[in-house]
Every structure is written in C-alpha cells, then in structure tokens.
C-alpha cells in the first residue's frame, strides 16, 4: 500500500486513537494488574496485594513444574492444530461448495450458523445428554447395534474426541462465515475472466480463489491460534475439573479454575500472561510460514 | 447514502465524546482515596422520614430452594417498615463469592449481606468491613436475642459473633428403599456400623446394583468428611493437622484410605473418575443405586426427580470407634452481617437493623427448610406440608447425639480445592493419603 | 455455460450433487441439535432424558406448552430483552465504527509503530476476562458507574468493557478483508478530489459491507452471549438481561431439561432474527461490491 494517497498522516491519528484508547483503558490498563498481581502475593480474590512475592519469579517457576499446566499448554497445542485443520478446513470446503451453487446457498449460510448461536450451556446439555454413559445417544446406538458394553467415553481412551468434536463442530460455522465473506468480497469479474480462460472447479479454486482468500485465511489462523487458547466454555461444561484424571486440561479452564476455584489470583495471573505471550509468539511464527508459501 | 453517513458521523461523534470524557476521568488510580467519604454525608440531624433504601446481597437467588420464602420474608418486611429492599441476591457459587469480596474491595458493599461465617468471611472480620452483634446489641439490646449466642457461628478470626444465621443444614445418608428391599438388606438404623455397612455393600453389589452414587472426581466433600470423622469423635473432628504424622493427620489419611477401599471394592459407579455428579445421582432416581451421602439442600431434589419420594430416605451415616452413626455433622454455616458502612450511616442503621431482626423471627426462620438444626432458643416449628423425605431428616435431626461442622469448611478455599481434586489420585494409589495430606497443608 | 461441451457438463452435474450432498450432511448436523432443543421445549417433564429424540406431537400426552408459561411466570422476560438489545446494539454499533476506522488506518498507512500495534492487537485478543474484570469494576465504580443500583448506569457499565474485549477481534477480521480489496478504486477517488474521510465512506464502507455485518453479527453475538461480564456488572432485577434469565431458570430448574430448553428458545429467537436481518446486508453488499468492482 504506497499509494500517494496515503502519504498524509493526519487522518491516521482519528482512525486509529479512538479505538486504541478503548484497549489501552479496558484492556492495557487491567493487564498490567495483572502482571503485578502475577509477582505479588495475593491470599483471596479482590483482596490487595501483601508485598511481592519472594522471589518475584515464582510463579512462573511454579508453572514449569507444574504437571497439569504442562497438560494444559499440550491439549491446548493439540487444539489449536485440530481447529487448523478441521474447523478452517471444514468451514474452507463448505464455503467453497456453498460460493458455487446457486439454489439453497441462503440456507446453508443461515443454517451453518446455528451452533454459534446456542450458548454453551445449551451445548454442553447437548452432549452430555449425546456422550452419557448410561443411557446415553451414542451408548444407545451402539447397543442397538449389538455391543455388549459402553464405551465410557470420558474415560482415558475417548476423552479427546469427547471433548474436541463438540468445539470443531461449534466454531465450523464461524469460520465458515468469515470465509463466505471473504469470498463475497471477490469481484464475480475475476471469475468470469477465468471462465473465459477455461480455467474450471479444482484449477479455478487453486490458482484464483486461495491466493485472493489468502489475506482472509490469514486471519483464520490468527483467529484459530488466539481463539484455542481462550477455548473455555464447553468444554468447561463437558469436561469440568479436568476429566478425566486430570487429562483434558485446556489453558483456558485451567486459569478459570485456579482463579474462581482455587482464589490463587498470583498463580492464575501468571498463567494468564504465559497464554499472552503464547498466543503472540505462535501467531507470529503462524503468520511467517504461510507468509512464505507462494501459490 | 447521505443518511447513512450522516448517521455513522453522528454516531461516531458520539463515541469520541464518550471516549474523551473516558481519558479525562482515567486519573483516579487508586480508586479507595474517593471512597469512605462519601456514605457518610447525608442528613445528620434528620434521619427520620422517607422510606429507606437498604441494599442487600444474599445467596438466596437463582435456585434456591428457599428463594419464595426468602422473598415473601422481604416483602413482608418492605410492607411492615414502609422501607425499600434494594434486592441483588444472587446463586452462591464460586464466581458470586468473588463478587462479593470484590465489592468489598472497592467499597461497593451492600448495606446487608447473608454470608458464610468460617474462613470465606474472614477478610471481613479483618478489614473492619461488618458490624460485631456486641457492638449492634450496645445500641439494639434485642437484636438477634431469640437465637442461642453459642449457635450463632462465632468468626474463626476473632470468635466474636457478627453474623445472624437462619437455617441449619445437616449432612446425611439418602438411602433407595427399593433397591434396599430388592437386596434384602435392612434399612440402617442409629446403631448401624461400618462393618455392617461394608458388608451391605458386598450383597448390593453382588446383585448387579450400584452401592454408593458418588462422583469421586467432582464432588467427594461428604465421603471425605465422614470418613475422617469416623476415625474422631465430634469432640476432635473440627481439629486441622500439622503434618500427615500428627495425630489428626494420621486420622485423615486413615479416612482417605477408606475410601480407597471403597474404590477398590468397586461399591462406587464403574464411571465414578470421569462422571458428574448429576450424572451419579440419577442414578439414585433411576433405582440403581443405594445410597449416597449429602446434605440438607438435596431434598429438594428428590421432591423433584424421585418417581414416587416414599421410595427414599435419609439416615445416620454408619459410624466407627468413637464416632457414634447418630453423630452428625451440620450447623450454621451462614448468617445476615450489617456492614459498617451501613451502620456508620444514620439514616440506614435502624432500617438494616429491623430487616435483619424481621428476617429472623421464630416464624420466618421455621419456613426456610426441613432442619432441628438451629439456634432459635425455642426451636423450629415443623413445617404443615410433608412428606415422607422431611420427616426423615427432622427425625433424624432429632435423633443426633453430636453435631459438629465439617472441618473441610476450616482449609482455604485453594487447599480444600487442591484436596478433593487428589482424591481421584489417592483411590487409583497414584500418590499417597499422606503425600496429599502434606501438599495440602502446605498451600498458604 | 455455453462454451462448456456436453462431457464436462455431466461431469458439472455430478460435481454438483456431490457438492450438495456434502452441504446437506453438515447441515443436518448443525438443524437437528437446534430442532432437538425445540422439539424438547414442548415436552413434558421427566421424559427428556428417557425419550428425547421422538417428536411430542400437539395430540399426545408429551405435548405441554407448560415450560414456555413457567418460563414468562418466573420472570420479567420482556424488561431483560430490552436490557439486552441496548447493550448488545450499542456495543455493536461502537465496535463497527471505531474497529472499521482502525483496521483501515492498520492497513491503508505506513508507519513507524505499526508492526508494534499489530502485536497489541493481537495480544489483547488474548487477555482472559477472567484476569481483567476485578480491576475494570473497581475503575468503573470509581468513575461512579458500576454497582450504583441505576439501571442506565448499570447497562453502560457492561457495554464499555464489551466494546473493548470485541475490538481487537473485529479489527484482525476487518483488516483481513480490507487487504483484500484494491487499492485503485480508492486512488482514483481521490483523483477525483474525494478527502480521505469521504474515501473511507463512499468507497471501502460500501464495498466492505458484507464483512462489517459480519463483524456486526459475531459482535452482537458475543455481547448477547456474555453471561460472565453482565453477570458481574448487573445486580439487581431490574438491570438482568435474557442471558442471565437463561441461566437463572436452567440453574432452578435443575434437571427440568424441558424448561431449560424453551429458556434456550426465548433466549436464541433474537439473535436469529438479527442474524437474518444482518444476512440480507451481507447479499445485498455482495452485489453492490460487484457492480463497483
């Protein structure tokens, strides 16, 4: 963007400091308690800080020995690599079908979105009621299909699917809907040139329409890195305290329980920046390696 | 077009107003310095006329069982008084206390609040923030006199009394009378032991039912307090250990290790490491399962989910050594504090302190829940309306021969957290009672 | 589709079958959990759990309108709707604006820090509400208005942090779509004497329509949705919005599933609206974009 048009920076300052101001005082400002609260010693929530905490550095060294903080950051990579390829795929391939038909595309569009707008306790009922042990729908059909017992699908040898299916499935139409948009956004001349040039299905999709959607598939990705280390509330519903045995710890409810549960407000403080800096480094590295691939 | 833009712009204008007031008013940082001077001021000389306004925070919202009681008790007051109930009664769960304490903090306290009186309440006691009952009595010689003192719920700071209680609650065995009948195993009486109860236990499970509904991974509270209260008495159980080799120690990582037992025998639901406790529970209500410990708040949920409630019952649960099964565990385990701030305002302090009285009359306090737990001089009058469940629990309450807290209530909320999550560990022999007991105690 | 010959367009009718079918199997999944929850908000109690795949037709036993009159019986709902609608519009609104203008300034200019502002974006999208919402309460109250028991006070109080905590997502999303779009149609507008203020307007906000409504649709959602901070901002009766209804009458009602799932109905009925509203927007830019570009 080296448009002469934009030499002038005076615009620049109303564009951008109403909005910066809004993150500085709402966001900024009670980040940085947070990092003093992550060095102090803090006995309750709400409750001031009795001097910092000797030494400073803690908590972070706490958090390094911690297993089930070392649970949290793996399931949470683990996640995050899921939404990646599922939820950005899926919503991908679904948007992509949905672009090229004509007939019912409004219906898929409306349709799709309906996870998104059941809240999570609704969900969550959902798939207990879907994943329950006894009695429940996928025990049921396997029942009626002839086995002979239930799978326990919380236990160690189904827990992950348990608990990731539910949150790809949700947010499949969130990513789907930003894609449409992004693909809206591609002028239909582009792809009437292409169909003059002979250019058809996989070949259009490869050489048009990927390297337009780049920039919004960019996005996606930064959106699935952020969004899998904030993941809380479903599978805060489903999974709880970590079932099973402490397995299925996410970074997100990890920090939920040991701020609302625990009162440990230093150690969840630190927790909180460590998914921070988390998020930021990733999504850097993210944004370099499929800033390199050319298409 | 036009319009559209000149409504965006108009917005907009908005919206950098908004923000610039923001930036001009970004300066108090420490936001205590503007606080305590302001509830002080008004009106010294007439603090008469007008009805009163008095904000009240209790946990008596959400589902509540006592939620309609609650309201008509306030109501009640609100038509006697004239004055105003400011109501932000809330559920009580985690996230509502930490409002609370929040509140506090910053100095946004309601004028009255209904609470816990153990360790949750101790940053009150600490800062000054709630009014002592000496110090209301020196001026209302009457307030909260229909209650025994020694009942009230004394602070664990200082052991003064600050908060007024309402209902008691207790803690005891819900048993299936079907299942039991089905087993052919006798419904536990006050002498019944654990032997006894162990060996019910085998027969129950050997003809394909559940003995224990029990989510051990979510909520082991009440299998936990029992079974260390089985290895004291109720003179000993309040007592906190030192280290696992004390004697209170070595008591606790005996009552752990029954429940390992318990575990190992397989008297717990097959998913009892990976379920909820809804989950465990219904299996109480869909008769496949014998018995489960909780407390008081449960009967609402038999009335509501039992098929037919005279299939349930609730008894002493089985006793050990010195710990007879008519020793129970209850109290009071909450009450009404006025907050200074309320009492050093003239207009408030007589309103706070008439609704506190109103709200725990005799007869106000006899319509909160089933329970001979309470510290009304007279004692509760049995409610007109029950059924089989109720009189059960009176019965029993009746019947107690000891009643103590739980001492669970005494651990910081991050100790008593980090308890019942290792208790998954313990029955699988990931790690030892002992071990536990240790990095517990070793949480600030 | 005249310059294709009859083989390929066999070949397209295939292609398109599948492509339907492919659609029409995520969108079962994504109809029946929605139409799962309708169906069992006109069932009568206790059968959920038993029997909660079959349909309660009007004329069997099953049928019961009881969940939706208990649910209007418990609550003000009408009075929590209004309350949601004001903070979700006004969030909303303040969020399109103000990330619209900030993710074209991010991306439309060159300047010194602007890598830096990029990563505070991206990092603030990350701070948990969890670890920010003691201290914004206590800058609030002291500002005099959270906790002070008036109910337009009190709606504001919620609306300003949710502005924030929607910024930085909507930001990142419009800047994705705004790359996308080139830059010459903005050029020759401005050859043509237009201010950048008017450039911003006549040209990128139209042609971007479509991805403001669904940053419109995704903000509104969230802010709707948001149990955690309206929960800790609004106290009292008067100020609850139908989110915390929700979650009060599905924690009274215990395993009342039925009564859960019709306060799921009451609750979901706007958003859907909204959403379908807010869709017309996204076609109607879609087209407009079109002829433009």
Same mark, same amino acid.
């Given at each position: ?151 326990? @699908? ?14 790809? @499935? ?126 | ?15 950098? *107003? ?13 936001? #205590?310095?503007? #606080? ?67 509140? *506090? ?9 209904? &609470? ?23 001026? &209302? ?87 260390? &209260? ?36 397989? &008297? ?13 529970? #219904? ?71 008439? *609704? ?89 | ?40 908000? +006109? ?21 019961? !309108? ?88 009190? !709606?504001?109080?919620?609306? $300003? ?23 010459? $149609? ?14 911003? +307007? ?9 991805? +403001? ?6 903000? +509104? ?73």
């Amino acid at each position: 963007m080296n448009s002469t048009i934009y030499k002038r920076k005076f615009p620049l300052i109303i564009f951008l400091v109403p909005a910066f101001l809004f993150m500085a005082v709402f966001l900024y400002y009670p980040f940085i308690m947070n990092i003093i609260n992550s060095i102090s010693n803090i006995s309750d929530l709400g409750a001031p800080a009795n001097g910092m905490n000797q030494p400073w550095y803690q908590n972070y060294i706490r958090m390094f020995e911690d297993p089930l903080m070392a649970t949290a950051v793996k399931n949470t990579l683990i996640l995050m690599g899921a939404t990646i390829v599922f939820q950005v795929g899926t919503a991908l391939l679904l948007a992509l079908l949905v672009d090229r038909i004509r007939k019912g595309s409004q219906f898929f569009r409306t349709v799709y979105f309906f996870p998104i707008v059941i809240s999570a306790t609704a969900l969550g009922l959902l798939f207990n009621l879907v994943f329950l042990y006894n009695g429940g729908m996928l025990n049921q059909l396997r029942a009626a299909f002839g086995a002979a017992q239930y799978i326990d @699908w919380k236990g160690e040898a189904h827990f992950m699917f348990t608990m990731l299916a539910p949150v790809m @499935w949700q947010y499949v139409g969130f990513y789907f809907v930003i894609i449409v948009t992004g693909l809206n956004n591609i002028s239909t001349e582009v792809y009437e040139a292409a169909e003059l040039d002979g250019a058809c299905c996989l070949k259009r999709v490869r050489y048009i329409t990927l390297p337009l959607l780049r920039n919004v598939l960019c996005t996606c990705l930064v959106l699935a890195v952020t969004g899998a280390l904030k993941v809380f509330d479903l599978p805060w519903v489903m999974m709880g305290a970590g079932i099973p045995m402490d397995k299925s710890w996410l970074t997100g409810t990890y920090m939920y329980n040991q701020t609302f549960l625990r009162h440990d407000v230093d150690y969840s403080s630190a927790i909180a920046i460590v998914i921070v800096v988390l998020g930021v480094v990733i999504s850097k590295i993210a944004n370099t390696v499929f800033k390199e691939k050319d298409y | 077009m036009k319009k559209a833009i000149s409504l965006l712009l108009a917005a907009l204008m908005c919206v950098l *107003f908004l923000s610039g007031c923001q930036g001009a008013t970004i300066t108090p940082e420490n936001p #205590q310095e503007t #606080q305590p001077a302001e509830p002080q001021k008004p009106a010294d000389n007439e603090p008469e006329k007008g009805p009163v306004e008095i904000m009240v925070v209790t946990s008596y919202g959400g589902d509540d069982g006592n939620r309609a009681n609650y309201e008509a008790a306030f109501r009640a007051y609100e038509a006697a008084s004239g004055n105003i109930v400011k109501d932000a009664s809330a559920t009580s769960n985690e996230e509502w206390k930490a409002r609370v304490m929040t509140d *506090f903090q910053t100095g946004s306290e309601p004028d009255v609040l209904f &609470y816990f009186n153990g360790v949750d309440s101790n940053a009150l006691i600490e800062g000054g923030k709630v009014v002592s009952i000496d110090e209301i009595r020196a001026e &209302y010689p009457e307030y909260a006199s229909n209650m025994k003192d020694g009942m009230l719920g004394a602070s664990p700071v200082d052991g003064k009394n600050y908060s007024v209680p309402v209902n008691g609650y207790w803690e005891g065995l819900y048993v299936n009378l079907k299942v039991l009948k089905d087993c052919g195993v006798a419904v536990p009486g006050p002498d019944y032991t654990w032997e006894q109860f162990l060996a019910d236990c085998e027969t129950i499970k050997s003809k394909g039912y559940t003995p224990i509904a029990c989510s051990l991974q979510e909520v082991p509270h009440y299998w936990f307090e029992f079974c260390i &209260y089985n290895h004291g008495s109720a003179a000993n159980h309040g007592q906190l250990p030192e280290t696992s080799s004390d004697e209170v120690g070595q008591k606790w990582a005996a009552g752990l290790n029954d429940i390992k037992t318990l575990y190992e025998k397989g &008297y717990f639901p097959v998913n009892t490491l990976t379920a909820t406790d809804p989950e465990t529970f #219904q299996l109480m209500a869909d008769n496949q399962a014998a018995f489960a410990i909780d407390g008081s708040w449960k009967i609402g949920w038999f009335q509501a989910n039992a098929a037919d409630i005279n299939d349930f019952t609730v008894v002493f649960v089985p006793g050990m050594g010195d710990r007879a099964a008519t020793d129970i565990i209850g109290g009071l385990s909450m009450g009404y504090y006025i907050t200074r701030k309320a009492w050093d305002d003239p207009v408030k302090r007589e309103a706070c302190v008439e *609704f506190v009285m109103a709200m725990t009359t005799d007869e106000v306090v006899s319509t909160f829940g089933a329970t001979a737990v309470t510290a009304l001089k007279n004692g509760t009058t049995p409610p007109a309306e029950t059924d089989a469940l109720i009189n059960a629990a009176l019965a029993m309450t009746k019947g107690a021969t000891g009643v103590v807290g739980a001492v669970q209530d005494s651990l910081n909320p991050n100790a008593r957290g980090e308890m019942f999550s290792q208790i998954k560990n313990i029955v699988t022999g990931a790690v030892t009672a002992e071990e536990v007991i240790d990095s517990v105690l070793a949480i600030k | 589709m005249k310059f294709e010959n009859f083989d390929s367009r066999s070949k397209w009718k295939i292609s398109r079958i599948m492509a339907y079918s492919v659609l029409a199997v995520w969108a079962f999944t994504t109809v029946y959990p929605f139409f799962w929850v309708i169906i069992n908000s +006109f069932r009568v109690r206790g059968e959920i759990r038993s029997d909660s795949f079959s349909i309660p037709w009007p004329w069997t036993d099953s049928f019961t !309108l009881d969940n939706y009159t208990t649910a209007f019986e418990r609550s003000d709902i009408f009075n929590a709707y209004a309350n949601s609608l004001v903070i979700s519009a006004c969030v909303t609104l303040t969020v399109v604006i103000l990330a619209g203008f900030a993710a074209y300034g991010m991306v439309r200019y060159r300047f010194k820090a602007q890598k830096l502002l990029y990563s505070v974006v991206i990092a603030s999208m990350m701070f948990p509400v969890f670890s920010t919402i003691i201290p914004v309460f206590r800058m609030e109250f002291a500002w005099g208005i959270a906790n002070t028991g008036k109910v337009p006070l009190s !709606l504001l109080s919620v609306i $300003l942090p949710q502005i924030a905590g929607n910024l930085s997502f909507s930001i990142i999303v419009l800047m994705g779509f705004i790359r996308s779009l080139p830059v010459e $149609l903005e050029e020759s507008a401005f050859l043509d004497g237009c201010s950048i203020f008017k450039i911003y +307007f006549k040209i990128v906000l139209p042609v971007a329509k479509p991805s +403001f409504a669904t940053i419109a649709i995704f903000t +509104f959602l969230w802010s709707y949705n948001d149990l955690f901070t309206q929960m800790f901002f609004l106290r009292y009766r008067d100020e609850h919005t139908v989110t915390m209804l929700l979650n009060e009458i599905s924690s009274q009602a215990g395993v009342n599933y039925g009564l859960m799932a019709a306060a799921v109905v009451l609750v979901v009925v706007p958003v859907l609206i909204v959403y379908v509203c807010l869709q017309k927007n996204i076609i109607k830019g879609m087209t407009a974009g079109a002829i433009k570009g």
